[in-house]
């Protein structure tokens, strides 16, 4: 974090004078809704206005002036972001923004001086500053802003200049449509009288709150909080599509069931600041797939259509809405406050990011959205990337997670290794988060005071939110209590009242290297874990690109795989495997078809033009599969079923 982060300003105030800025706050917003210069707060200076405008949607420019008053006299230091919160990794937004000029309050053009690469300094002016900026964006997803002549979509870090020192002051928000386009908003800002005018409490809850300008369709539900009946938030569906008021229809049925089904893990929603979540979906083919996280709402896009792919973007919305707890709210210390100009490295994603992987599939599964087979077929894939993904053996799930700013929607100009160091946090968190759970159901069931003492994930999830999450913040947007591995660790223990199982869960599996034993935990539910090709040989699953002379490797071979250590790599290419040649994927399967387990062959290869042979020794296939016992003929026992039924039924009565 640099010296210069707003938000390290904002973390001392709250300390010093949370309770005064929650009143000063309310006193804001009780008065009248600020327009141009009105809505002062007093406690922290008048708000900053920023106008948006279209003039070109068609050449992808949006046009930006942000107005300041009652400054210092010393020089106001704009800057643009270069990191975007839920987005690990740096992104150069600057490199998109153009024209930028100032002005004084009397209208006088000022010379603004570029002092860095995301950073314009402003001298001279006489309190109030006009800064005025074009931004260009042409990427529709949750991190950059995409516009065009059908929407402008923004993401606010991708697209709004903040000025040092008044990071605290609330902000005016004001979009102006292009002319004759019946463009509304979508957003988490708050909403005001007039519906193309928004503001947010601070910079923090500005740079969170992405927008949506469209003729976009829209549903909206209420759902009741399990934990009070009077407290029923109003969820938004805000659809910018090519399809039919049908598929939205049905679209939003699923996202109340989704949205249902999952408060039931924590108990109770959380107090969304302005009464409403909005789920704005981007469904376009000019779209990028994407699915970002916010406080109040999730940006979700795809290129794919409801029509075709209704029930793959189920499962995003399914992660992001588990996000309005983990993670906006039971929120990594490392990751609070926000640095917008600098990466947040955090070593808890495989909780933030891992367990939001599983219960988006877990909780598809509890509310009817998802089959059995698919989900069983999802978990196994993600233990198998666990199990035998080489970089386990050197980093642990912390250490992959750390590796964030280098990996989520980062770009490197080098070739990389990711296969071999690598092992997303999404998915290695996945099977932390389904092991944890089913270790801690077997752990109740085989305990002597069974109903007492049996504990689920729900209930882990429950007391994370309980602890730090609920207590939410005297500063809108921001985490009052963060936590800490060690806190996670501490309230495992809480909850199982054994100290020695929490230690030893994140010993061995978070920051070890060990992976749980799955079986016997299945086996509980009646599901079967085991080998997914007995007999079937390989040579370590490389990526291959078969041409006529043979499959050329286009990725790095995986540490310890046959391949591996019969020294070949990434752009040899594989001619003939025990004197048959491999013209084909499928030739090359019916070679390991015939070979059996521990068998020396000699491979043939030839690198960078010359004609090699070595010997290789092909394995037994090790990945696995997961089945129910019903698919293997069988019926799982009363217990079994019970034991399934509680871990992957409703809770909702869905
Ligand atoms: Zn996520």
Redesign the pocket.
Known sequence: MTPTSPLRGMAVVRRVVGVAAVVAFGVWLAGPRPGGQAGVNHADGPAVLYELSFPEPEHRWMQVEVTAGGLPAEPLSMRMSTASP?RYARHEFAKNVFEVRAFDGNGNELDPVRSKMARWDVAGHDGTVRFTYKVFGDRVDGTYLGIDGTHAHLNMPASLMWGVGIERRPATVRFEPPAGRDWRVATQLYPSDDPLTFTAPNLQYLLDSPAELSAFMERSFTVADPANPDHAPTFRVALHHDGTDAELDRFAGDVERIVTEMVTVFGEFPSFETGRYTFIADYLPTASGD???HRNSTVLSSPGALRTRHTRLLGAVS??F??VWN?ERIRPRSLEPFDFEDVNPSGELWL??GF??YYGALILQRAGLADLENTLARFVSAIDTVRLGPGRQFRSAVDMSRLAPFTDAASALDRTNWGNFFISY?TWGETLGLGLDLLLRVRGATDEDEAARKVTLDDYMQLLWQRFGRAGGAVPGVVERPYTQADANAALAELTGDQVFADDFFDRYVDGHDVIDYAPLFERAGLVLRPRAPGQTWLGSPSLSFGRGGGRLTTPVGFGSPLHDAGVERDDVLVSLDGRPLSSERRLEAVLGDLSAGARVSLVYSRRGEMLTTQLTVEADPTLELVSAEQLGRRPTPAQQRFRDEWLGSKAGL
């Open positions: 839920g699915a970002m996280e992660h992001e588990f996000h993670v933030a990011e939001t992987n999404y």
